[in-house]
């Protein structure tokens, strides 16, 4: 996908910019989720999926009534049925400008964090804010099988859905997946974007390496981390008919912020929780 698309050459990513330090919710600046969705053949109608998009931001700081810094983590969550996400280097700009305005307490700088980013999303968006020692901060190992122990051999680098197959010896299972070798790459800087993606699937049985070397062909593929999961997801819906289908990638931080899209044919399916490289 070209980075020279019109809808993003306005976008922050990529530019010199000034960091504010008051707070200032004009920075925040909206991506229509639409224009991505039509290379996909989603544009208008009913999305063939549920899902999040779920936000953890490691560099929140405000200050307090008597000009004490505070300091938090932040779980933000966007319902993928948005019809706008954020770009995310005007994100880190919005959270920035907390930094040296004071606010009365973490329930008001919540409530107006839920306030901006509702208004930027078109949506509702949840926030959560977590002390820096709080014991819900940890993370886990994936559940499931692991691919990227199978030696496979590819030289396919950008995303090929011929790669996708069925594995008819293993007929219908119920099985979870997963893979720490996604790669990605920002559409505007070309900066990489590393990524854990796991499959929670019933149905006709993938083939595991031909699913491995699908995963490998993001590694030079520019795009945006909710539209390479919306890709992924719709590529194994063409596969199959699948009876549940879940796939989320947790992608690693970067300037404290990391995204993590889930998308499922199933409402109300949790993200698992965080893992070793966030």
């Not at 078109?122 to 099988?145: R, T, Y």
Request: proline share 6%.
């Amino acid at each position: 996908m070209s980075n020279e698309r019109e809808d993003w050459q306005n976008l922050l990513l990529g530019k010199e910019t000034r960091y504010e330090s008051s707070y200032n919710p004009q920075l925040l600046f909206p991506i229509e989720r639409a224009v991505s969705r039509a290379h996909l053949g989603l544009a208008g109608g009913e999305l063939p999926f549920f899902g999040e998009d779920e936000w953890w931001g490691f560099e929140l700081s405000w200050l307090n009534p008597k000009g004490l810094p505070q300091v938090a983590v932040a779980r933000f969550t966007f319902p993928a049925t948005s019809p706008h996400m954020v770009e995310s280097k005007s994100f880190k700009l919005y959270l920035n400008s907390f930094n040296q305005t004071p606010f009365d307490s973490w329930q008001v700088v919540r409530n107006i964090l839920v306030r901006d980013l509702s208004a930027a999303a078109g949506a509702a968006v949840a926030v959560e804010l977590f002390g820096v020692e709080d014991p819900q901060l940890g993370i886990a190992k994936p559940d499931g099988f692991c691919l990227d122990g199978l030696d496979i051999e590819t030289r396919h680098y950008q995303p090929d859905a011929a790669l996708l197959k069925l594995d008819g010896d293993r007929g219908q299972v119920s099985e979870r997946l997963y893979s720490h070798l996604l790669r990605s790459n920002c559409p505007v800087t070309g900066q990489p974007d590393w990524a854990t993606v796991c499959f929670d699937y019933r149905g006709p049985a993938l083939d595991r390496e031909g699913l491995l070397a699908y995963i490998v062909s993001f590694r030079e593929h520019q795009d945006f981390h909710e539209h390479c999961v919306e890709r992924i997801f719709c590529d194994l819906q063409q596969l199959a008919e699948f009876e549940e289908l879940t796939v989320c990638a947790r992608y690693t931080r970067r300037g404290g912020l990391d995204i993590n899209p889930l998308r499922s044919t199933t409402q109300g399916v949790p993200l698992p929780p965080r893992f070793a490289r966030q």
